[in-house]
């Protein structure tokens, strides 16, 4: 398991710089039988993380298993690079599932990051897991807003760069932003994202990996896999 508790910040820049050149997010054909929600809870400078991955099945997105670890970071809290204080804890979880999903959807972003390295990326390239980043809140680039129906999307932009997509999950609700973290396209993301719409604005996987996560953080779940 990867320490990054020693790294620098300028260490960390080459690392993200160094795991970019690996990324790839060419379009392919996606065979989902089971996708993964994964979803990480901890205060601002906490040194406690709680971390968790659920599988759902697909497309009935049903609960089937889950993985839950607490851990312990000491990287700093830098925006951009939040990454390094949450991805070993989510890969200890990853590791202790005995069935892995075919994609995993992560609570933050892919490619849609000032170095092209959100966590869904990070996380992606460092396991060989297909990922896709849905966000809440936009961490870089441009985008116009999308129409106000469940489905509509804009592209998010950096110059002529497409980073991800603007995406309305919901009706008249602020959009989540979605973007291609390791071993899936743009548009199958988008495609992906379209086939985990429930009730509410924040797609199934990620929506049901939070609340996993915070029943855990409260003590009503304990840590290890169901």
Request: hydrophobic share 35%; proline share 8%; with cysteine.
């Amino acid at each position: 398991m990867e320490n990054y508790d020693t790294l620098s910040i300028p260490q960390a820049t080459l690392l993200q710089q160094e795991l970019r050149k690996r990324t790839d997010t060419t379009e392919r054909e996606v065979s989902l039988r089971l996708i993964g929600g994964a979803d990480i809870s901890l205060n601002l400078y906490s040194t406690t993380i709680y971390a968790g991955i659920i599988l759902l099945s697909f497309p009935a997105l049903r609960p089937v298993g889950w993985s839950l670890v607490q851990a312990e970071t000491h990287f700093p809290y830098v925006p951009g690079y939040l990454a390094f204080r949450e991805v070993p804890a989510l890969k200890e979880a990853w590791e202790r599932l005995t069935v892995k999903p075919d994609v995993l959807v992560v609570d933050g972003h892919g490619i849609a990051h000032p170095r092209r390295l959100g966590i869904a990326a990070h996380f992606g390239v460092e396991t060989g897991q297909p990922s896709m980043g849905c966000a809440k809140k936009l961490l870089t680039g441009k985008y116009n807003e999308p129409g106000p129906w469940v489905g509509d999307h804009s592209p998010i932009m950096t110059g002529a760069e497409q980073i991800g997509y603007a995406f309305r999950s919901k009706n008249k609700t602020a959009p989540v932003f979605v973007s291609p973290g390791h071993l899936l396209g743009m548009e199958n993301s988008l495609q992906i994202i379209r086939q985990c719409i429930g009730k509410y604005r924040i797609p199934e996987p990620t929506r049901l990996a939070h609340e996993l996560v915070n029943r855990f953080r409260r003590g009503e779940l304990p840590e290890g896999v169901g």
